[in-house]
């Protein structure tokens, strides 16, 4: 377990200073292959064995899928930019997901980034030993429903990673699982709005009897590429 912790570590660590390059990257003009072909090659450049799954970059209206891949389209000014994408150490998975701005974002998708990360630092403090999936789920749910936003987000709050991608313990409306010490599990609450635009702010946190350690540790306050 503790050779697996260290794996899992070091993939979030590679992860999110991938990140942190990849912020610094230009956007605007630039296809959704092309930029995740960029990040994967990031991954590789920071030590990285591999990507851990495709790596996903959904642009304007493409990020209003939540399972978008990336396609040809080209990036705008002006819109929303999902990345979804982690490292892979060891055969441990990392799963981060940061949205950027590509310049000034109409006032609906702004309050749908701030309905978000409010409902993504609310489910991060809702993940500890003994919550169900279910309460975490609601937790961060109850923050985008306030917000208005609720009949936008589709999916649950999370999932278990390990050797794979995605694992037990579900975090959603539909879970069964109670959350242990020791679980690694993502919490990505999203808001997309079909025709403009998505937000998803996702991170890796091991599960512990209080606080969860953060593994992506990039930052979530919106950044805004050119």
């Known amino acids: 377990?503790?050779?697996?912790?260290?794996?899992?570590?070091?993939?979030?660590?590679?992860?999110?200073?991938?990140?942190?390059?990849?912020?610094e990257e230009k956007f605007i003009g630039r296809t959704e292959r092309e930029l995740?072909?960029?990040?994967?090659?990031?991954?590789?450049?920071?030590?990285?064995?591999?990507?851990?799954?495709?790596?996903?970059?959904?642009?304007?209206?493409?990020?209003?899928?939540?399972?978008?891949?990336?396609?040809?389209?080209?990036?705008?000014?002006?819109?929303?930019?999902?990345?979804?994408a982690g490292a892979m150490v060891d055969g441990y998975n990392a799963d981060c997901t940061r949205t950027f701005a590509t310049?000034?974002?109409?006032?609906?998708?702004?309050?749908?980034?701030a309905a978000t990360l409010e409902a993504q630092l609310a489910g991060l403090e809702a993940t500890r030993a003994g919550t169900t999936g279910v309460d975490a789920d609601a937790a961060a749910r109850d923050r985008i429903e306030a917000a208005g936003f609720g009949e936008k987000f589709g999916h649950g709050l999370g999932h278990g990673v390990g050797l794979e991608v995605h694992e037990s313990p579900r975090l959603s409306r539909e879970s069964g699982d109670t959350l242990q010490a020791g679980n690694v599990a993502?919490?990505?609450?999203?808001?997309y709005l079909e025709g403009l635009g998505g937000i998803r702010i996702e991170d890796l946190v091991v599960v512990t009897d209080g606080e969860p350690e953060v593994l992506t540790s990039f930052e979530k306050d919106l950044i805004t590429v050119s």
């Open 36 to 84: 995740a072909w960029r990040l994967d090659e990031l991954f590789h450049e920071h030590g990285a064995h591999a990507p851990a799954f495709e790596s996903i970059v959904a642009s304007g209206p493409n990020s209003a899928k939540p399972h978008a891949r990336p396609t040809d389209r080209t990036v705008e000014a002006g819109e929303t930019v999902v990345v979804d």
């Open 186 to 191: 993502t919490v990505e609450p999203g808001v």
């Open 103 to 113: 310049g000034p974002l109409p006032d609906e998708l702004k309050s749908a980034y």
């Open 1 to 23: 377990m503790r050779a697996a912790c260290s794996s899992f570590r070091r993939a979030g660590e590679i992860t999110s200073n991938a990140y942190e390059q990849f912020a």
